[in-house]
């Protein structure tokens, strides 16, 4: 079983910044892709940001330039950096592993921007 847990969130004024991470534990026996997601509430999940093991990175159109996606394979870690957040940021963000024992995802932490 693999356990994601987030955080990082809270509750920052637009032009602000947040760094999330995401720590994976457990039995695996190599992770692939690492991603964030989003969901605000009546709306879809989706894709933030990804990255390979590899380190090649997407991005969602609307954060490129603003958003960093890393990763620290020793400690099966992501992050996110977030930079110039705005209300529209505002959502829960979830962790998502793709390993060779399948794809998981965390609990999400809250992101809020205020105006």
């Known amino acids: 079983q693999v356990q994601l847990v987030e955080s990082g969130g809270g509750l920052v004024q637009a032009g602000e910044s947040l760094r999330l991470s995401c720590v994976a534990s457990?039995?695996?026996?190599?992770?692939?892709?690492m991603s964030w997601h989003r969901q605000a509430p009546g709306k879809q999940r989706e894709l933030v940001a990804s990255?390979?093991?590899?380190?090649?990175?997407n991005y969602a159109d609307s954060v490129k330039g603003r958003f960093t996606i890393s990763r620290d394979n020793a400690k099966n870690t992501v992050y996110l950096q977030m930079n110039s957040l705005k209300p529209e940021d505002t959502s829960m963000y979830y962790c998502?592993?793709?390993?060779?024992?399948?794809?998981?995802w965390g609990q999400g932490t809250q992101v809020t921007v205020s105006s």
């Open positions: 998502n592993v793709l390993g060779s024992s399948g794809v998981y």
């Open positions: 990255i390979t093991s590899g380190g090649s990175t």
């Open positions: 457990g039995r695996f026996f190599s992770i692939n892709i």
